[in-house]
Each structure stands twice: as structure tokens, then as C-alpha cells.
């Protein structure tokens, strides 16, 4: 980056801050706090002290932020998550204080290696996929524009597991991200809050069990993050609870000789922070996860409730001084929350109770996928909360009663839009929840919000339809192009100035110089150079060999059915038996990457990771293929090797099938990386194309109209007996010829893609897939007009910075403007 700093971060008053007072710093850190010889310390007593010593130095601007806000009383927002995928925060927090320049002098100084020092730090990975990283990106957003905002989620002591392979399966391991010390956390025991509960529960065979009619108690002990936006003016926190038992609640057990009891309750309590749940978003119903959303919910509306009574005394202006966006469905427990502490703490009545409650906050949805919806049980309600669902049904009396007014006789329409679904067992509708308790609920892309209004939610649509609304959603371009692609950032730099860091529109001004041959040349010798590096990190990491001359076209997120992984590998054995029957003649040479996780109890997710596995395996044996096809699937994805693998990617695949992807977010992350799209018009991926132009990105496929037409009478069969390649890609599979010693053991995924269906209609767009990787191929042997094509995607990724949707909520959801502090 060309951001030039020689004097300190602002708010770091007349202290002058070199490169001097920075290794004095490091210095003093690695002596007091891990009692070493500097020259004699190892690479992680390095990054604590490292990270100590930044933090220091944002210590004061952090405590000036709160203050400012303590002092204007502003209307704050909270972003209330059980999902923050943040990642390092080590080179984040140095780059957004604008200390790059300062650090690498001080290292260099000191003889130290600086990558090795920051991979000493675990990536916080607090979160499954999208949803999480979308917090993350929204929390760096919000600092940088100075608004007054906190998050709120959970302290996991185990965040997301981490994967290896063996054998082509997948292997889970508990992320112990905590074992040491974290650098950046505050505890602050002092603004402990409690929880309660009407039952007890305790965890037996990793199930919960709950003991009814035994009132208990949790307390939540908040552990602070600093989030320093660009510039270091704002740090805003993010507030994650951590679960502890009471101490003093023990102590009647243990009077009365319950003290096995006292003790269990302990271990429970402990329970609830304890682990990350992966998403499965088919298998719901686990009741410590309950518990979980309950203890997000009860701490942080306890928090800043008490924040909100310490400036203001009129219950009233609640809606005037705060607003909470509830990410997903999984902290909707805030309706009846809020709406108890209003009745029953504040004693109002129900009418100015439930006017405050809905015009505080606000709901984003994120899926469609009707299992994913969450529905929680009764009788967790019953035996835990049986306050919160009195006042549940007291919401749906008075919403029915109003919606039976409204449409007199629609008995079948009293059913869909219940909060109660009936049935074996009764159970609350969470997305129903949230929008009748809210004032606002939006999709994450047009298509999205579309969809949601049009199909998934129609009814509650119909009755409220000046709450729904969209929100685009974007990613911030400081982690994901100034630090993740140093060398990118400077082209885009030297061309437009530095101005698109914090007002990322600005990278329009590019435009001209796709047609600038120069700018080819630099653009795609920075891109061979992050290629270069990503093999070499590769090759050190894991021995495996990728040629930085081939096409990296890559597929990166969650594996999942609908985000179609086994289309882009049915792409590949079609590619790999034209080579093997001479049918392809100049084929450039390619490297494809898979990374992924896939829910562990989500087999045939789990099959297709295998799948992948062998598929390689096999390539990689085959001398036919050498030189010209290769396929990686990369273990353990994670923010940082995102990080390292984006900048360094020239096609980026987004196949799901059209109508099943919300939006998508490292779909941007590729393109603002100059990556050329291959994908179908499904979530921001449409919205993508409109910005660069259709004529620079790779559509093919069923639309999302189509895909629901098609559907009830599609027949995978059809393609495997009309078209040859694909037949003979789901021959040579079934002939166990990627699983010779392993034989049938892919026979469940032939099954999903012809006998069962195919219900995400793979085969359907296969053939169209080709067509387009092969006008993709074509492209990419003409360098300047690929470089030109790249340019442009890069120049219409203005759109999508977090920054533009987090400036839309601000203004027409929140209704808060920034409060920086002088
Ligand atoms: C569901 C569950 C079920 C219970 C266990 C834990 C858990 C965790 C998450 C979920 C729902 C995940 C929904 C999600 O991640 N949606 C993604 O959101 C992204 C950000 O808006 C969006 O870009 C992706 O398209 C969308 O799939």
C-alpha cells in the first residue's frame, strides 16, 4: 500500500510514534510479559508481543471511542450474531492503524521475519461460512465510518472444527483456537450479567437434557475485541459472552447437600459457550444450541439495556437511542426478550411495549432453503422459557386476530403465517417471529429479497410489505484487496490514488485502462506474482507441486448440494476423458482448487469431498493428464487461506443452482481480485454481471424461473441417454474407475444425480457449463483481452464493499449517522 505514515495513528496524542518506540514496545512486552530474552524468544512469545504492543498502542483511541459515545448519547446499533468469522486480526489491526510502514522498519530493524511471526496467530473462526464473515466484514465497515456500533455474539472455546483428509474423507478436529492466551480479549468481569432460567438442564451423552421446574441461573462474562476502523480514528467493540456458573447460586445447593448437583449445574453452565455448532441446515433441534441463542439474546439485550437506563430515563425514546439487526433467525429469541423486560421489568403496557420492541429491531435473512428455517419445539420453551412463550402467544393472539380481520375466512392463511406450527409436535416458526416483531426484514441480493417476498414468505409479504426490503451484500475491500493482495492494491493505486480503500466506488475510475496495454502488462504480472507466491506457500506447506502458469480456476465455500461441487467436478472428468481419448487438442494447461468444509453430519457432502479427493488422485496418476490437468483440494479453508488464495485465482466459480444461493460473498472477493466469473445468474452474482457488463463474465444455465418451471418435470435421464460426454462421465464413475479399490463406494452420488432426481438439477447445466468453459479457454490464450476483461471486473466492483451496504442500513434501516470522536 502507498499509504504513507511517519507520524503516529491518530488519538496517539503527542506521543511520537517510530519505528524506535515500536521495537521499545515489542521489547518491553516480550520481557514483562513472557519474562524472555528478546533475541531468545520464540515466533509466538514474538506475536503476543507484537499484538500487545499494538494494542497498546489502540488502547487510548478505544477508550476515547466509548467515551465519545458515553458522552453524545447517540442511537447506537448492535449487530447481534451467533456467527463472527473473523479471522487474524494481527496484520488487519496494523494495516487499518496505517502502521505497515512503521512495522516493517521495526522488523527489519530487529532481523525478524514478519509472515512467520503473524501465522503464529489462530484465526478466530467463530462462525460456518458466509453468514459469519459477513459480521466481520459488516463490524470493520461500521468502524471505518465511524458509526456507533458493537457486536454482540458468543465466545466459542471451540470455534469451527478444523478438517483434514485422510484417505480422500474428511476428518474433524476440535478447533481448540483458545489453548493460549488471546492478545486481543478483555475480560471484564465487572459487567457480568445473569441469565435465568425456569428449568435446569445438563448435558447426557452429548444430548440435553432439561430438569423442569428447577429455576437456574447462568452468568455471562463479556469478553471485548477491539475493531479498528481504517484510519484508527473509531474502535468499535465487538462483545462476545462467555458462559460461567454462579457462584453464589451454588451455594444454596450446597447447604441443602445437593452438592453432586451444584456441581453438574457448574459443568453445564460452562456447557452453553462451549463449542460452535457447525451448520448442517438440515438437522435442527439440538437443545443446548437453544440455550445457546437464549444466552446471546438474554446477555446482550441485559447489556445494553442497562447501557441505554445509564443516559436516558424515558423508556420511550428506546427506538430513538438504539437499534438491533438480528442476523438470521438465531437471536429472534430478542422479540419475547425485549418484550419481558418491557412488561415485566420496566412495567409498561403492552401496546407501548410492542410499539418499542418492533421499531427497535430489525431482520436479515439469509436463506431459502426451507430446511434451514429455523423451528424450535415447545417444550424447550415450556420447561425453560415459559415466560417468553406466554408472551409468544399472546404476540400470535393479537397478530391473528388482526390478520382475520383483514382476510375474513382465510383459515388456510391464519395457518401459514402462524408462529405456532402444529403438528406432532408444536413448535414456534423463528423467520415468523422476526418479522412480525420487527420493523424490518431484508434479503441479502435482489434475487434473494425477491424470492423471499414472492415464494418463501409471500403471505407475511402481503400483510407487511413496506417492512421488506434488500440489502445487497458486500465485503470490505481493506482485508480482502489491501492486505490480502498488496500487489494489486498498488497497481489499482498508482493509477486512481488511494481513495478506493475507503470509498471503494471510486475503483470506476479504471475503466480507461482496460484498453491500456502498459496496464495489461502490470495487472497480469501482479496476478502471476500472487500465483507464484500461493504455489510456493503451497509446496512449503503441504509438498504439493501447482504450475503458476496454469489456470487456477477455483471453487471455495461450504460444501453443499445446492452450491453444486459436483457439477464443477462432473466439468472436470469430461475435461480429463477428452485428454484421455485424444479429443482435446490444445487444451491450456489448468490447475482446479477445491476448499470447503462440509456439516459433519452431512454424508453425502462428506462423499463428494472424497469424491474430489480421488478424482485427483487419479489425474495425478495418470500420465496422459500431466502438465495439462491437475486438481487440488485444499484442507482446512479458513479465512486466511482465502486470504492467500483469492489474489492468486483467475476464474472463480459460482455454479449453485439458480434461486438456491442467497448472495454469495467471495463471489466479490474474486472479482475485486481480478478473478473472470464463471457462474450462474443466482444471488449477487447477477447483480455482479450488471456492474462489469454481461460481456465480461462467463453466465451460463437454467435461471431461477427456469429451474422452478423445470422442476416438476425434469429428468436427469434425458441427459445421460442425449448426451454423450456426460453419459460417459457417469459410465467411467460407476465403472469405480476413480475408486478401484474402494469399489461402489460413490454409487449414493450417481444415485442423487439420476435416480433420486438430481433435485438441484446438475445434469440440466452441465452441457451449458462446458460451453462456457470453453469460450473462458479461449479467452485466456488471448492475454490482452483476458487482462482487459479482468480490468473491467475489477473497475465494476464498486458495488460491493461492505462500506455501500452498511451506508444503506445506516440510512434506511437504523437511522444512525457517524459519531466520530474529535
Ligand atoms: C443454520 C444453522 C442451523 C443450525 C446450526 C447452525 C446454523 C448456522 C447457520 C445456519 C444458516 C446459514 C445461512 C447462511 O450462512 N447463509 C449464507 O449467508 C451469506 C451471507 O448473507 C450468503 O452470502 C450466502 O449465500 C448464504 O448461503
Known amino acids: 500500500m502507498n499509504i504513507q505514515t511517519t507520524a503516529a495513528p491518530s488519538g496517539q496524542g503527542d506521543q511520537v510514534l517510530g519505528a524506535d518506540r515500536l521495537n521499545e514496545l515489542f521489547v518491553q512486552h516480550l520481557m514483562s510479559d513472557a519474562v524472555v530474552e528478546p533475541a531468545g524468544a520464540y515466533e509466538r512469545q514474538r506475536f503476543e508481543a507484537a499484538a500487545r504492543s499494538v494494542r497498546y498502542l489502540l488502547s487510548q483511541r478505544w477508550i476515547e471511542t466509548q467515551r465519545h459515545y458515553d458522552r453524545q448519547n447517540p442511537k447506537r446499533v448492535y449487530y447481534m450474531s451467533m456467527e463472527f468469522l473473523i479471522g487474524r486480526s494481527l496484520s488487519n489491526n496494523i494495516a487499518n492503524l496505517m502502521l505497515h510502514p512503521l512495522v516493517e522498519r521495526a522488523l527489519r530493524d530487529q532481523g525478524l521475519d514478519v509472515m512467520a511471526m503473524v501465522d503464529q496467530e489462530p484465526d478466530a473462526g467463530l462462525g460456518n461460512g458466509g453468514l459469519g464473515r459477513l459480521a466481520a466484514c459488516f463490524l470493520d465497515s461500521m468502524a471505518t465510518m465511524q458509526l456507533p456500533a458493537m457486536g454482540y455474539g458468543l465466545r466459542y472455546e471451540y470455534g469451527m472444527f478444523s478438517q483434514s483428509i485422510v484417505d480422500g474423507w474428511q476428518r474433524e478436529r476440535p478447533d481448540n483456537w483458545l489453548r493460549r492466551q488471546d492478545p486481543w480479549e478483555i475480560s471484564r468481569r465487572s459487567e457480568a450479567v445473569e441469565v435465568k432460567l425456569a428449568g435446569s438442564f445438563e448435558m447426557h451423552n452429548e444430548s440435553l437434557q432439561v430438569v423442569p421446574n428447577r429455576p437456574s441461573v447462568l452468568v455471562g462474562v463479556p469478553y471485548d475485541r477491539p475493531i479498528v476502523g481504517f484510519g484508527g480514528r473509531t474502535i468499535n467493540s465487538l462483545r462476545l459472552w462467555n458462559a460461567a456458573a454462579h457462584d453464589t447460586f451454588d451455594f444454596q445447593e450446597f447447604s441443602t447437600g445437593d452438592f453432586v448437583g451444584a456441581l453438574v449445574g457448574g459443568i453445564s453452565a460452562q456447557t452453553v459457550t462451549r463449542v460452535l455448532y457447525p451448520d448442517d441446515s438440515t438437522e435442527m433441534g439440538q437443545g443446548l444450541r437453544f440455550v445457546q441463542e437464549y444466552f446471546l439474546v438474554a446477555c446482550s439485550l441485559a447489556d445494553l439495556v442497562r447501557r441505554f437506563r445509564s443516559a436516558n ?154 417492512r421488506f426490503n434488500n440489502k445487497t451484500n458486500g465485503v ?25 480503500v475507503t470509498d471503494f466506488g471510486q475503483v470506476a475510475r479504471l475503466k480507461p485502462s482496460a484498453d491500456d496495454r502498459g496496464f495489461h502488462q502490470t495487472f497480469l504480472a501482479t496476478k502471476r506474482e500472487a500465483k507464484v507466491d500461493f504455489s510456493n506457500w503451497l509446496k512449503a506447506a503441504s509438498g504439493e507441486v501447482v504450475d503458476p502458469d496454469s489456470i487456477f480456476d477455483c471453487q471455495v465455500k461450504r460444501i453443499h448440494e445446492y452450491k453444486r461441487q459436483m457439477l464443477n467436478a462432473l466439468r472436470v472428468v469430461i475435461l480429463y476423458n477428452r485428454l484421455r481419448t485424444g479429443s482435446a487438442t490444445d487444451m491450456a494447461p489448468r490447475t482446479f482448487f477445491f476448499a470447503g468444509k462440509a456439516a459433519p453430519a452431512y454424508r453425502l457432502a462428506k462423499l463428494i469431498i472424497k469424491f474430489i479427493n480421488n478424482l485427483a488422485g487419479t489425474i495425478d496418476g495418470d500420465p496422459v493428464a500431466r502438465g495439462r490437468l491437475k486438481v487440488v483440494f485444499l484442507p482446512e479453508y479458513s479465512v486466511s487461506l482465502a486470504e492467500r488464495l483469492i489474489p492468486a485465482s483467475d476464474v472463480s466459480n459460482q455454479i449453485s443452482t439458480a434461486g438456491y444461493e442467497a448472495s454469495g460473498t467471495s463471489n466479490m472477493k474474486f472479482m475485486m481480485n481480478g478473478a473472470l466469473t464463471i457462474g450462474t445468474r443466482d444471488g449477487a452474482t447477477i447483480e455482479m454481471a450488471e456492474e462489469a457488463g454481461e460481456e465480461n463474465f462467463f453466465l451460463f444455465g437454467l435461471t431461477a424461473q427456469q429451474v422452478s418451471d423445470t422442476a416438476g418435470w425434469y429428468d436427469p435421464y434425458w441427459h445421460y441417454h442425449n448426451d454423450p460426454e456426460t453419459r460417459a462421465a457417469l459410465d467411467l464413475i460407476a465403472s469405480d474407475y476413480f475408486s478401484q479399490n474402494e469399489r461402489g463406494v460413490f454409487a449414493p452420488l450417481l444415485d442423487r444425480l439420476l435416480k433420486n432426481g438430481d433435485r438441484y438439477l446438475h445434469l440440466a447445466d452441465l452441457g451449458s457449463y462446458l460451453e462456457a468453459d470453453r469460450a473462458l479457454c479461449e479467452l485466456y490464450a488471448d492475454r490482452d483481452a483476458w487482462a482487459r476483461k479482468a480490468i473491467l471486473n475489477v473497475a465494476g466492483s464498486g458495488k460491493f464493499s461492505s462500506d455501500r451496504t452498511i451506508a444503506q442500513y445506516a440510512t434506511e434501516i437504523w437511522g444512525v449517522t457517524p459519531c466520530p470522536a474529535p
Open 313 to 466: 430515563d424515558d423508556w420511550s425514546t428506546f427506538p430513538e437511542k438504539v437499534a438491533i439487526q438480528l442476523n438470521d433467525t438465531h437471536p429472534t429469541l430478542a422479540v419475547p426478550e425485549l418484550m419481558r423486560i418491557l412488561l415485566d421489568e420496566a412495567h409498561l403496557g403492552w401496546d407501548e411495549a410492542w410499539d418499542i420492541t418492533r421499531r427497535t429491531l430489525a431482520y436479515t435473512n439469509h436463506t431459502l432453503l426451507p430446511e434451514a428455517l429455523e423451528k424450535w419445539p415447545l417444550h424447550y420453551f415450556r420447561n425453560l422459557l415459559p415466560r417468553q412463550l406466554e408472551i409468544i402467544y399472546e404476540i400470535n393472539q393479537r397478530f391473528l386476530s388482526e390478520v382475520r380481520r383483514v382476510y375474513p375466512g382465510d383459515e388456510a392463511r391464519i395457518e401459514r403465517v402462524s408462529l405456532i406450527e402444529e403438528g406432532a409436535e408444536d413448535k414456534v416458526r423463528m423467520a415468523n417471529l422476526a418479522i412480525v416483531g420487527s420493523h424490518s426484514t431484508n434479503g441479502v441480493a435482489a434475487i434473494h429479497s425477491r424470492l423471499l417476498r414472492s415464494a418463501t414468505v409471500k403471505d407475511l409479504a402481503e400483510i407487511f410489505p413496506e
Open 476 to 500: 470490505t475491500p481493506r482485508r480482502w484487496l489491501m492486505l490480502a493482495n498488496p500487489g494489486l492494491a498498488q497497481a489499482i493505486t498508482t493509477v486512481i490514488g488511494d481513495g478506493w
